[in-house]
């Protein structure tokens, strides 16, 4: 399990038990894909995982969030899904996959109720992730073929991109204003 994983899994584990820190990363990243700005995207996806956002949890989710937030604006495209890494089960990096998927569509669709109008494009990219959400079956991918393996990590690549692009048209949202 990446090292990054595990810190997330520990403030998931501290924000909203049950909960993991694939979901919390879908959740942030999808928030912030939507341009409220860091407090508001904080109080979006404590709403999003049914958490209360203050105190020590709040630094928490907003060291979390900072983090994501970091990973998204980096120059050189860093930004990827928190999953598993390679070597843990297929299904169970499906099953977390569908996880983040979900998580991100929540955290979006929280934040995205701001009244701001969305490209066609971030509109279809948004409608793609949750299909993939509700998708993704750990059982269909449990064998683990190499044919599976590239289908994953194609997808994997997918949902990168569509969270750079969601947060690079924000971005630029924000730099010309609601549309």
């Known amino acids: 399990m990446p090292a990054e994983l595990q810190v997330f899994d520990a403030i998931a584990a501290r924000l909203c ?3 993991s820190g694939t979901r919390l990363h879908g959740a942030l990243a999808g928030a912030l894909c939507t341009g409220p700005g860091a407090q508001a995207a904080a109080a979006g996806v404590a709403q999003a995982l049914g958490i209360a956002a203050e105190g020590v949890v709040s630094e928490a989710l907003r060291a ?3 983090q994501v937030e970091a990973r998204l604006g980096d120059p050189d495209l860093g930004f990827t899904p928190l999953l598993p890494d390679d070597d843990a089960p297929l299904a ?4 977390r996959l569908a996880e983040w998927c979900e998580a991100f569509v929540d955290g979006f669709s929280i934040q995205g109720s701001t009244g701001r109008a969305m490209s066609a ?3 279809e990219l948004l409608l793609d992730i949750s299909a993939i959400a509700g998708e ?3 059982e269909s991918l449990a064998h683990g073929a190499e044919e599976d393996e590239r289908d994953y990590a194609e997808i994997v690549e997918f949902l ?5 692009n969601l947060f690079s048209e924000r971005a630029s949202r924000g730099a010309s204003g609601p549309h």
């Open 136 to 138: 993704l079956e750990p």
């Open 64 to 66: 979390a969030l900072a």
């Open 121 to 123: 494009d971030a509109s």
């Open 17 to 19: 038990p049950g909960c």
């Open 92 to 95: 169970e990096r499906v099953r």
């Open 160 to 164: 990168r991109v569509a969270a750079l």
